[in-house]
Nanobody, 122 residues
């Protein structure tokens, strides 16, 4: 079993930056692909980014590539999401997840965090 806890969310002005963290506990997430998803108010959960266990492969939702960066530190059992040039439409609850399979597919993820709120003001 893997438990995931997100942190780092908050209120930020448009154009600003924020770094989210996802700490794993209960068991190491060795071998798992880690992903970030988000759910805006009234919308379905959508893929943001994913990273392979080794960190050698990353995937991003097309419109976010260049603004968001995913990374992981397996020694710390932590995954990060660096968000830059934030826009009001980035406002959402952000979730981290661990799983196997296709990186950008929601159903590939077995474990989920509870989410952290990110609010971007204009």
């Amino acid at each position: 079993q893997v438990q995931l806890v997100e942190s780092g969310g908050g209120l930020v002005q448009a154009g600003g930056s924020l770094r989210l963290s996802c700490a794993a506990s209960g068991r190491t997430f060795s071998g798992y692909t880690m992903g970030w998803f988000r759910r805006a108010p009234g919308k379905e959960r959508e893929f943001v980014a994913a990273i392979s266990w080794s960190g050698g492969r990353t995937n991003y939702e097309g419109s976010l590539k260049g603004r968001f960066t995913i990374s992981r530190d397996n020694a710390k059992n932590t995954v990060y999401l660096e968000m830059n040039s934030l826009k009001p439409e980035d406002t959402a609850v952000y979730y981290c997840a661990a799983g196997v399979g296709a990186a950008g597919v929601l159903g590939s993820y077995r474990y989920w965090g509870q989410g952290t709120q990110v609010t971007v003001s204009s």
